[in-house]
C-alpha cells in the first residue's frame, strides 16, 4: 500500500531534549516536506527537499533541521525543543519535483507536545 | 502565492449533493487548482485537481469557472464520512509542489 508513516504518532518531552520524528514514504517520491498546524494558524511548511541530498527551508524553519541521505526517509530534527514547538506535525510527498500537476501524500500526523 | 477564499463552514444532509464554492480571483495563468481535505484527527488527503477543464474522479468533480476565478467542489452524495475540512489551494506551475494552505470549509454533514 502506498503511504507515508511517521513515528512517533505521540511525543511528550521536556525543554532541551533533542528528538527525532521519523518519516519514510514508499513511492520513491521525489519532493518530501513538513509541515506543522495549529490552531488558528493552519498548515505551515518547515522545510522541504526536492530530492536526496536537496533541502531547503520552507516558512518557519527556525529551531528545526532535516536531512534527506535517501529518497525514501526525511526525518524532522528538534535539536533543543521548546514549548512553542508543541504542535501538530505532517510529512508529506509527491511524485515528481517542481510539478504542481501531481497529487501530495500526507502521512497520519505527530503530535508533539514540549514542557 | 495566489490567495483563496472560502466559506469558513458549510452544511449538508447525509446523501445529498454538496456544492464547496472557491473564489481565486488572483489566479494567474500557470496555477493550478488543487483541493484537499483533512478528517479529524487525520493528515490531509488529496481529492481532485484541475487547470482549465472541469475534472471528474472517484471521490468527486471540479467545476472551474470559464475566467478562472472561481471553483467548485462537487461531492455528489455526502456521507457522514465526508465531514472535514476542505482547503481549496492554488499551486504555482513553476514552483510546482508546495501547497499554501488557508483555512478551508468545514463541512459538517447531518445524518
Known amino acids: 500500500e502506498a503511504q507515508v508513516t511517521q513515528n512517533p504518532r505521540y511525543l511528550i518531552t521536556v525543554t532541551g531534549k533533542k528528538l527525532t520524528v521519523t518519516c519514510s514514504q514508499n513511492m520513491n517520491h521525489e519532493y518530501m516536506s513538513w509541515y506543522r498546524q495549529d490552531p488558528g494558524l493552519g498548515l505551515r511548511q518547515i522545510y522541504y527537499s526536492m530530492n536526496v541530498e536537496v533541502t531547503d527551508k520552507g516558512d518557519v524553519p527556525e529551531g528545526y533541521k532535516v536531512s534527506r541521505k535517501e529518497k525514501r526517509n526525511f526525518p524532522l530534527i528538534l535539536e533543543s525543543p521548546s514549548p512553542n514547538q508543541t504542535s501538530l506535525y505532517f510529512c508529506?510527498?509527491?511524485?515528481?519535483?517542481?510539478?504542481?500537476?501531481?497529487?501530495?501524500?500526507f502521512g497520519q500526523g505527530t503530535r508533539l507536545t514540549v514542557v | 502565492d495566489a490567495k483563496t477564499t472560502q466559506p469558513n463552514s458549510m452544511e449538508s444532509n447525509e446523501e445529498e449533493p454538496v456544492h464547496l464554492p472557491c473564489n481565486h480571483s488572483t489566479i494567474s495563468g500557470t496555477d493550478y487548482i488543487h483541493w484537499y481535505r483533512q478528517l479529524p484527527s487525520q493528515g490531509p488527503e488529496y481529492v481532485i485537481h484541475g487547470l482549465t477543464s472541469n475534472v471528474n474522479n472517484r471521490m468527486a468533480s471540479l467545476a472551474i469557472a470559464e475566467d478562472r476565478k472561481s471553483s467548485t467542489l462537487i461531492l455528489h452524495r455526502a456521507t457522514l464520512r465526508d465531514a472535514a475540512v476542505y482547503y481549496c489551494?492554488?499551486?504555482?506551475?513553476?514552483?510546482?509542489?508546495?501547497?499554501?494552505f488557508g483555512a478551508g470549509t468545514i463541512l459538517r454533514v447531518k445524518s
Open positions: 508529506a510527498s509527491s511524485p515528481r519535483s517542481g510539478f504542481a500537476n501531481t497529487e501530495a501524500f
Open positions: 489551494i492554488l499551486r504555482d506551475r513553476e514552483y510546482g509542489n508546495k501547497l499554501v
